[in-house]
C-alpha cells in the first residue's frame, strides 16, 4: 500500500445529542457538512471527542454512514472502531469497511493493559482482518494506562495497512523516536492541539484536532506557515490559538469543546452521563477565550 494522506487537519469530531439523549444525526450531517467547508481535511468519528464509550455499535455504525453522506467526498472519514478486545475491534472495523470509508482508528486497548507484544499482535490482528480500511494507531496513556513505546510502533509501521499514529501522550521525545525508527510514509499527527506545533518540528505531518471544530482554518494556516519555512508566523498563529486549545482542556474532553460550540450557536451542549455539564464559571471562561480568539 501507497502513502496514505488523510491530510493536515483531522477533526476529532463530537457526537451531537438531543435533550434526551439520543443521538442528534440531523444535527450531525450539518455539522460534518460545515467542518468539510472550514478546513478540515478529514473526520475522526466515534473517537474520545465524539464519546464513543457510551455509544453503541449501531449508533456509531449509523454515524458512520451519516457523516459520509453529509461530506459527500469533500472530507475523509476516519472511522473509530477500537477496543479493548481484540476480536470486537475486528468485527467493528470489518463492519465499516463495508462503507467505503478511508480508515479506521485502532485505539490502544484500556483498561486490560496488554504488555507491549500484545498490543503488537492486537493492532496487527485488526489490519490483518481488515486489509482494505488503512489504519491509524491511537497512543494515548492518559486515557488507556498503557503507553505504545515507540520500538513497537516501529514494528508496527511494517505490517501492511498501518499507516499512521495520533500521538497523544504528550511525550516529543518519544515522538521524535517513533519518527527515527518508522519509514518517512508512516504519518504521525499530534492528539494534542497545543502540541502540534512543536510535533512538526521533529517530523510529525499534521493535527487530529478538537479545536479545529472552531478555527479549522487558522489550524490550516499554521501548517501550511510551519511547512514552507514561515516558522515565526507559524509560531504565532500558535500562541494566538493557545488560550483556545488550552480551554478546551480544563475539564475532560469533549465538555468544554461543546459548551464553546453551544456559546457559537450550535445546539450541542449535551452530553451522555457519566459526562456531565459544565460550571457557570467555566463556561464563562470559555465565552471570554472565544471573544479573544475570535474564531471565524
Known sequence: MGTTNFGQVLTAMI???TQAGAVNY????KLAAHLADNGTDALVVCGTTGESPTLSWDEEYTLFQVVRQAVGGKAKIIAGTGSNSTQEAISATQKASKLGLDGSLQVVPYYNKPPQEGLYQHFKMVAEAVPELPVMLYNVPGRTGQTLMPETVARLADV??????????GNLDHVSQIRRLTPPEFAIYSGDDGLTLPL????GIGVVSVASHLVGKQIQQMIRA???GQVAQATSI?????PLFKGLFLTTNPIPIKAALALQGWDVEYLRPPLCSPSAALKQE???ILQAVNPQ
Open 15 to 17: 457526537t451531537p445529542f
Open 26 to 29: 440531523a444535527l450531525t450531517e
Open 160 to 169: 501492511p495497512g498501518i499507516v499512521a499514529i495520533k500521538e497523544a501522550s
Open 200 to 203: 512538526l518540528s521533529v517530523g
Open 226 to 228: 510551519f511547512k514552507q
Open 238 to 242: 500558535h500562541l494566538q490559538l493557545l
Open 286 to 288: 470559555l465565552q471570554a
